[in-house]
């Protein structure tokens, strides 16, 4: 008996420690992931001085969460759709060629030091000289201009549509690039300058397709301000690069040592970590904070509500391919009926905004026509639904107190959103409840993440909720999203209720073309949208997901506030890094001790 | 001997076969595309979403007719090649899976065996005291019908989040690397303890109050009445009453093997221990045909060869069943 539990013990405890330490002993093998194909690639082992300590300081160390949804899976950067569960991939390892800065809405020349349209068709750029790759190589144009061709040569790394108007890139010396174009989508290609990250040549020029589009690229070599560390199902953990060009050639340097990016296993355990000041930064949306905020426990970027920056924008999609959601009239009484200001202040407890019925971001709010949304916007008000619904002949004729179909035909809807997206399913709550006060009979459903997205993208759904345009430097992202075209079999990444209006498809790429410096010209495109959009109602924008960020000050300091100086965005998502993430890092302070 | 495991044998090649088609079939049958699933959140043109989609769909196989996936299921499964996963895309299920057995077995083997042996123990010390049997069957009928996610919250919350003394999520705390030392064995353990302990506490219920009624009903039985009639003392029918009432114990663990490795699963999910429970989970809610199709292997196989070892032990320990085998009794 007692040898059975020595044995045992001792088993358990090894098993256990080989678990543990699996990842890490995998880590340190060669650089190239190579999953199948003999690639080419130098065995060169990058000599990227990780140093070793294994329990990490207090002092030195940056606790984050909220970004991760999955434990980490790659560190390739053109794998974009699992960059969430290994943010820093894109910004803290390898980097875009420019920054933007949403809030002061101005570009950050980054890699590159500086670009700009010498003509209509001719874009020219010049690379930082000085800048080097965590292996101790230069990065030069001929960097740049390889990550561009590889959109060329693959199909499925997501820049490729780019190349329909991008004729050629030509390298100019070593730090010198000129791009040439025929009718350039000028407002796509300015996203791409801060979204597309630099991959070095060096390392990636023999690798296959396979493994370009699709591999794990374990131990990424980038230029970035940190480097891959470890990682764990439920954590990243990046290191700084202490020989970061731009410490040198611009004076910064962020001040955490380490950064551990935890994925908690609910937003509760979030929330205790960051009271107690084990997190310092969570991204997470945590429902109450605005109580916490009032009373101390945490800080958020504005004192009062909605406390939180706007992120995106969620917008109900509504199927117009199917009656009664074919009738503007319709749709447009539906969005008198729906109640925001119950979805801000109950579903929500005031972490949100109410949105524009544009849709706009208040950061674009200068491209907002305010006089066309005075003349058809629309706000809560069942009674002006209910005027235009008899308007239109919609009468409740069986007496049950919802309206039928001017034909006489019953009308039973569901507004869907994803099973455990607990925001959502208490705003599709409201909006169920409060169309039925305005006699439209709307249920709330809530089906399995995958199954209401087959719904979205097969357009099988009556009305749902969708927020997936991030912030930008442009509208074209939302009205990309929201009017994508042409109209497919399946709408992967946009306009899911196929609104079908070659009008409003022609005002899109009119702005997709128009140079992004050209703000009267763009200001213009968007009057002549919003004016289409606020009559015909294809959707309903309705509120403004927040930039969900509570921040502890127990051990780091100067997070971003709105009475900060130069705010910048306090979040570690992905995408956001370029938008003012890094920056975050690098204005904070270690708090004093008593 | 040869043609008892032989006839075994086929029955467990045979369970094998069905159990994987079935896992096989199942996640197929969930509505929805896992490579739209997976690409959905790519926010760029809609040609290269079409390219990414067929690209994509033809890297994982879901290019061709059903039938024949089904076939290329087998014949990879024969060169041990799991597939890679959608949710976890790029990895492959088989290193995803290895990573996450080792957390099952450290969870499932200490359970099952210390609770087996301290509940038959404790059950048969039980059946002979008075004040014992009576305060313990009850808390022993208690603890075995308690659902194991249910006694797991209970413990995560009692002593993870009211007295603060265990943690209840994740293998090992947030500021350390995986290495060598005390301090870092001592953390493993000490996030091991709790879901340990919501695992062993109701099967330890279960085998206890199965003992505590077995002893009785062969202490009542004619060979004890009988021993007890020649003047044997009471330590020795008691021991061969224990002997006796072991062996429907270990049948019954070979029935139970299957609920205590759902139960482990559930606890997974409540501890967040990174083990195939967790994964699994996570592999349903994101239709990843192929994790979901890993970690149901190792389920089945599990459960097999558990239940095989069981069958070897019934027959060292139960001389009835070697006579049975070489035809020496009717």
């Known amino acids: ?99 933007y800065d949403p809030m002061t809405a101005e570009w950050i020349p980054w890699l590159a030091e500086s670009g700009g349209w010498v ?21 030069t144009a001929a960097d740049v201009a390889f990550t561009f061709e590889l959109g060329q040569q693959y199909a499925a790394i997501w820049f490729s549509p780019m190349w329909n108007y991008l004729d050629s890139i030509t390298v100019d010396g070593d730090y010198g690039l000129t791009l040439e174009f025929t009718d350039p989508l000028y407002q796509e290609f300015a996203n791409n300058l801060y979204n597309l990250a630099i991959v070095p040549e060096h390392l990636w020029a023999g690798r296959s397709e396979e493994d370009i589009t699709g591999g794990m690229n374990e131990n990424p070599v980038g230029s970035g301000a940190y480097l891959y560390d470890t990682h764990s199902e439920d954590r990243n953990v990046w290191v700084r690069n202490e020989n970061w060009w731009a410490t040198e050639l611009l004076g910064l340097t962020p001040a955490p040592r380490r950064i551990v990016d935890i994925r908690t296993s609910s937003n509760n355990v979030a929330l205790g970590m960051v009271i107690k000041g084990e997190l310092d930064l969570s991204n997470n949306y945590l429902p109450g904070i605005a109580e916490l905020s009032t009373r101390g426990y945490v800080d958020t970027y504005f004192a009062e509500a909605p406390f939180m920056l706007s992120a995106n924008t969620a917008v109900l999609f509504l199927n117009t391919t199917k009656p009664p959601m074919d009738d503007p009239a319709f749709r447009r009484a539906l969005a008198f009926s729906i109640n925001t200001d119950d979805i801000v202040n109950v579903a929500y407890a005031q972490l949100v905004a109410a949105a524009s019925p544009t849709g706009l971001l208040p950061s674009l709010s200068a491209y907002v026509d305010q006089d066309v949304v005075d003349r058809l916007g629309y706000s809560y008000d069942p009674a002006e639904a209910r005027r235009i619904l008899a308007g239109a002949g919609y009468r409740d004729v069986d007496g049950d107190g919802f309206v039928e179909a001017p034909d006489g035909s019953a009308i039973a809807l569901e507004v869907t959103c994803p099973f455990g997206w607990s925001d959502w399913m208490e705003a599709i709550a409201v909006i169920a409840t409060s169309a039925q006060e305005a006699g439209i009979n709307i249920q709330n459903v809530t089906p399995d993440y995958g199954a209401w997205n087959t719904a979205l993208t097969d357009g099988t759904f009556d009305m749902t909720l969708n927020n997936w345009a991030s912030m930008s430097n442009t509208p074209w992202t939302l009205y990309n999203l929201l009017f994508r075209h042409p109209i497919q079999e399946i709408m992967g990444s946009g306009n899911f209720g196929r609104y079908d209006n070659q009008e409003m498809f022609d005002l899109v790429d009119a702005l997709a073309a128009v140079p992004s410096d050209d703000v009267a010209g763009m200001q213009a495109v968007c009057s002549d949208i919003q004016e289409l959009m606020l009559t015909d109602v294809p959707m309903i924008p309705l509120w403004y997901n927040g930039l969900w960020a509570q921040f502890s000050s127990s051990v780091w300091t100067n997070w971003p506030t709105e009475e900060s100086a130069a705010p910048t965005l306090p979040t570690t998502w992905s995408g956001y890094w370029q938008l003012g993430g890094l920056m975050t890092l690098i204005n904070l302070e270690l708090t004093p001790t008593e | 001997m040869r043609r008892y495991f032989g006839r075994k044998l086929l029955i467990y090649l045979l369970t094998f076969f069905l159990a994987v088609t079935i896992d096989w079939l199942i996640p197929r049958f969930m509505p929805g595309n896992p490579v739209q699933n997976m690409l959905s959140r790519v926010a760029v043109h809609p040609e290269a979403i079409d390219a990414m989609r067929g690209y994509f769909t033809r890297a994982f196989g879901l290019d061709v007719p059903v039938w024949q996936q089904y076939l290329n299921f087998w014949a990879a499964l024969f060169h041990g090649d799991l597939g890679v996963s959608v949710y976890m895309f790029p990895q492959r299920v088989a290193d995803i899976l290895m990573r996450a057995v080792p957390y099952d077995v450290a969870l499932l083997l200490p359970a099952i065996l210390l609770s087996w042996l301290a509940g038959n123990k404790f059950g048969a010390y039980a059946a002979r005291t008075k004040w014992l049997d009576n305060t313990v069957l009850p808390f022993g009928y208690t603890l075995t019908a308690t659902p194991y996610m249910w006694l797991g919250i209970l413990l995560a919350w009692v002593f993870g989040i009211v007295l603060d003394v265990f943690p209840f999520a994740g293998a090992y705390s947030y500021d350390m690397s995986p290495h060598i030392s005390w301090r870092f064995v001592g953390d493993v353990l000490w996030h091991w303890f709790l879901p340990f302990a919501s695992l062993f506490l109701v099967q330890f219920g279960g085998w206890a109050i199965g003992m505590r009624n077995m002893i009785i009903y062969e202490l009542e039985s004619d060979y004890s009445h009988y021993l ?103």
Do not use: H
Request: hydrophobic content about 50%.
């Open chain 1, 1 to 99: 008996m007692k040898r059975t539990f020595s044995a045992l013990s001792i088993l358990v405890t090894l098993s256990m420690l080989l678990a543990a330490c699996a990842p890490a002993a995998e880590a340190p093998a060669t650089a190239a992931p190579a999953t199948e194909a003999p690639v080419p690639v130098e065995p060169t082992t990058a000599p990227i001085q990780v140093p070793t300590e294994v329990v990490y300081e207090r002092s030195e160390t940056l606790y984050v969460s909220g970004a991760a949804w999955g434990p980490p899976n790659d560190w390739n950067p053109f794998i974009t759709w699992s960059k969430a569960n290994t943010t820093g991939t894109v910004g803290l390892v390898y980097e875009t060629l420019f920054m």
């Open chain 2, 228 to 330: 007890e009639a020649l003047g044997a003392p009471r330590a020795l029918v008691r021991k061969y009453a224990f002997r006796n009432a072991l062996l429907p114990q270990l049948s019954g663990l070979a029935l139970q093997l299957g609920v205590i490795v759902a139960g482990a699963l559930v606890t997974e999910v409540v501890f967040s221990y990174p083990g195939i429970g967790y994964l699994l989970l996570a592999a349903i809610q994101n239709q990843d045909y192929f994790l979901i199709q890993g970690c149901f292997l190792f389920i089945i196989v599990f459960v097999l060869l558990a239940n095989f070892a069981i069958d070897i032990i019934y027959v060292l320990v139960d001389p009835r069943t070697r006579r049975g085998m070489t035809g020496e009794t009717a």
């Open chain 1, 119 to 139: 003509d209509a068709d001719t874009y020219e750029m010049t690379i930082r000289e000085g800048i080097t790759w965590s292996d101790g190589d230069a990065l």
